[in-house]
């Protein structure tokens, strides 16, 4: 079915052409009903504005159903101090109990960052689960095996002139000022006393990853992984968003092969959660880097 509006029930509010974002549909010729303009209407990019907010469902959007792809919203309205308790309690969490995350836990979470907004529907990210500790011990030494390539490509003057080159400079500065002096601490302790610094033990992981050629995937994966960090923390859970993972699955074949991300896709994020070994007893207050007001 192509993109109309059914004039039979549509009450002739306008909303939908208030919400097009392409203002495709508008008030047709003669000036009665409203309907999707056939100059505009390869521009639709079936964010479903239209259908979401038509009172009685008389517009339709080609290969949109009422019936499969959307949902009743609540009735009642959302309360400003729940979501402030959600954000203010919400914390890194980097030590968990040994202790699974049920499959159905991560499925909410999964459909908690598919509600996530996008530039240019439909999604472009995908999301690999790894729900259990078996894979992420298989994957520990190849990170680690990466990560001490790492520190000998920075101490190489020409390695880390082409590096510097390369990558983004605030990437470079992050890499030569925080991460190469914690690593150079941190997997000696690792191999010495066999423990994880790198996931942190935890039971599970999401890894974000996109094709590299897709729209807006950058963006997007970052709203996704806030969308799924929130998630689980309503759920009780703990997280913590890893930035060591991307670079090592994107650059180390082998360990893009174990986790299985497609060859043309980027890993943009990851995050590991479970639930927390310990709880935090009060939070700690931030400030942006400034704040400007004009006006």
């Known amino acids: 079915m192509k993109n109309s509006i059914d004039h039979n029930i549509c009450k002739q509010c306008g909303t939908c052409a208030a919400l ?15 309907g999707f303009n056939p100059d505009r209407v390869h521009l639709c990019l079936k964010c479903g504005h239209c259908m979401a907010a038509c009172p009685n469902r008389a517009v339709q959007v080609e290969g949109l159903s009422y019936e499969d792809d959307f949902f009743e919203l609540p009735k009642q309205g959302l309360e400003e101090q729940g979501f402030f308790d959600l954000i203010s309690t919400r914390r890194a ?7 699974p995350v049920e499959r159905e836990k991560l499925e909410r979470i999964i459909e908690a960052i598919s509600l996530a907004p996008m530039g240019f529907p439909p999604h472009k990210v995908q999301v690999t689960v790894i729900p259990d500790r078996e894979l992420l011990d298989k994957a520990l030494p190849m990170l680690v095996e990466f990560y001490w390539k790492l520190i000998g490509w920075l101490e190489n003057p020409i390695a880390r002139f082409r590096i510097k080159h390369k990558v983004p400079l605030e990437t470079f500065n992050a890499m030569q000022g925080h991460l190469k002096p914690i690593l150079e601490k941190r997997l000696p302790y690792m ?10 033990g935890a039971p599970a992981m ?11 995937h950058t963006d997007d994966t970052l709203i996704d992984l806030t969308y799924g960090i929130l998630a689980a923390h309503a759920m009780g859970l703990g997280t913590c ?17 174990l986790l299985q991300i497609p060859d043309k896709n980027e890993v943009l994020a990851a995050m590991v959660l479970g639930y927390p070994k310990y709880r935090f007893q009060r939070g700690i207050k931030r400030e942006l880097a400034g704040v400007s007001w004009l006006g």
């Open 20 to 34: 097009c974002p392409n203002r495709i549909i508008e008030k047709e010729p003669d000036g009665k009903n409203y």
């Open 206 to 216: 999401l890894i974000f990853h996109a094709h590299m050629a897709s729209e807006a």
């Open 191 to 200: 191999e010495e006393h066999e423990v994880d610094d790198i996931m942190r």
């Open 93 to 99: 969490v980097r030590v968990f109990k040994d202790k």
């Open 241 to 257: 968003a890893l930035s060591l993972i991307p670079p090592a699955v994107n650059k180390w074949g082998p360990l893009k092969k």
